[in-house]
């Protein structure tokens, strides 16, 4: 019988469980990061990482994968250029560890669906707030701080300059503190190392290819308050309870923040002060 399909599925055939996971970005990582890390791989359904930039000898922790790759590795196979130079930026490093990440989710180990990336000095106010932001937006391919778009590059502000050149315009950017990724912007990133044997700048390159390929891309509140320099505090924990905040460079001090939280939710804190004007525009 011409045209019978003779592929048989089960009316309870299972859909396949999603892949996903956390990986947190740092050259060398604090023993609070390690310490939630591993609280997460306790209470949450993702398999968890930390790539860590530098190459000193680590030891096994439990629900935690270290991801170490030698910075000759991420030069040899394209993986690199991340960072705008190895003097532009605070890092004064290239590769860092977002080379160290794309290396191995596009090449290493691409079975991944989705993935959530926080560099280490990213508040995260608790365990839930991962698992939140994930059931909000991973039918997104890319969920960033902002996506804007620079259309005249007759004004070469910021590192314009550094990034004309390394893909056409127009080009779409955001800071990448914090943010979610699926299988497929891995692998249009992965396609343009195939290509070009380099990466760029991590601000422009996640946004600008995605957009290129038509991939969707969302800039939920709850990353407005990833920015450059912020200033946060409870009355910003309690008013954004489902944010992510950077920069707290504090890390020594991420499990009291998380302490205090749940007491003065628990006992009605009133905040003191407004949110920032760039937060209200957009609730």
Request: proline share 5%; glycine share 4%; charged share 25%.
């Amino acid at each position: 019988m011409h045209g019978t399909n003779t592929n048989h599925y089960s009316a309870n055939t299972e859909k396949p469980k999603e892949k996903k996971a956390i990986v947190f970005l740092c050259k060398t990582p604090h023993k609070n990061t390690i310490d939630f890390a591993v609280t997460l791989g306790e209470q949450q359904d993702f398999d968890i990482y930390i790539v860590v930039d530098d190459m000193t000898p680590l030891e096994t922790v439990e629900n935690v994968r270290f991801i170490q790759i030698s910075d000759m590795e991420c030069i040899t196979t394209g993986y690199f250029n991340s960072n705008i130079n190895d003097s532009a930026t605070h890092i004064k490093k290239n590769p860092i560890a977002w080379d160290k990440f794309c290396l191995h989710f596009c090449e290493k180990d691409k079975s991944y669906d989705y993935v959530w990336v926080f560099e280490d000095d990213v508040f995260i106010p608790s365990a839930d707030t991962i698992r939140n932001l994930h059931e909000g937006y991973s039918k997104y391919d890319l969920v960033v701080p902002n996506n804007e778009c620079k259309e005249d590059l007759t004004v070469l502000d910021w590192h314009w300059k550094h990034i004309i050149g390394k893909t056409r315009p127009p080009f779409h950017y955001s800071m990448v503190c914090a943010m979610g990724l699926s299988k497929g912007v891995l692998k249009v990133v992965r396609e343009y190392v195939f290509q070009r044997k380099t990466l760029f700048y991590i601000e422009v390159m996640f946004n600008t290819l995605s957009m290129q390929r038509g991939l969707h891309v969302i800039a939920p509140l709850e990353l407005k308050s990833i920015v450059w320099e912020g200033e946060w505090d409870m009355d910003e924990f309690i008013q954004l309870p489902n944010n992510v905040f950077h920069p707290r460079k504090d890390i020594e001090n991420h499990p009291k923040l998380r302490e205090q939280i749940i007491i003065c939710t628990a006992e009605g804190y009133v905040p003191q002060k407004e949110l920032p004007l760039f937060i209200l525009k957009v609730m």
